[in-house]
């Protein structure tokens, strides 16, 4: 069974950094597309970052407009995980964090940080900014 675990959340002051781990298990997603999104109550579920193979030559790191130059998406394969660093939070970025995989190596640029591009999904983790 695939399985998505999310870490590192926590509440935090504004101006304060977290990072948040997804521990991938029952299959290898290092040549997969990966993403991270988030929900605030009330909110619908945004893309944040994500990787992606640009014609399979390379992956491209893609952020929403929110949080590019805040936060940063990186990977280490041979652990089948990805990470999302928070830095200079702000209260608007309180939700919940999940991360996403697809069952593909590749998907369209302009669905990177549209949930219907990803199949499997982590139970999510907690990120509270306050002011």
């Known amino acids: 069974q695939v399985q998505l675990v999310e870490s590192g959340g926590g509440s935090v002051q504004a101006g304060g950094s977290l990072r948040l781990s997804c521990a991938a298990s029952?299959?290898?997603?290092?040549?997969?597309?990966v993403a991270w999104f988030r929900r605030a109550p009330g909110n619908q579920r945004e893309g944040v970052a994500s990787?992606?193979?640009?014609?399979?030559?390379?992956?491209?790191?893609t952020y929403s407009n929110r949080v590019e130059g805040r936060f940063t998406i990186s990977r280490d394969n041979a652990k089948n995980t990805w990470y999302l660093q928070l830095s200079s939070l702000k209260p608007e970025d309180t939700a919940m964090y999940y991360c996403?995989?697809?069952?593909?190596?590749?998907?369209?640029?302009?669905?990177?940080?549209?949930?219907?591009?990803?199949?499997?999904w982590g139970q999510g983790t907690q990120v509270t900014v306050s002011s």
């Open positions: 996403a995989a697809s069952s593909q190596s590749r998907l369209y640029s302009w669905l990177a940080l549209s949930d219907t591009s990803y199949d499997y």
């Open positions: 990787f992606y193979c640009v014609g399979c030559t390379y992956e491209n790191p």
């Open positions: 029952g299959t290898s997603f290092g040549s997969n597309a």
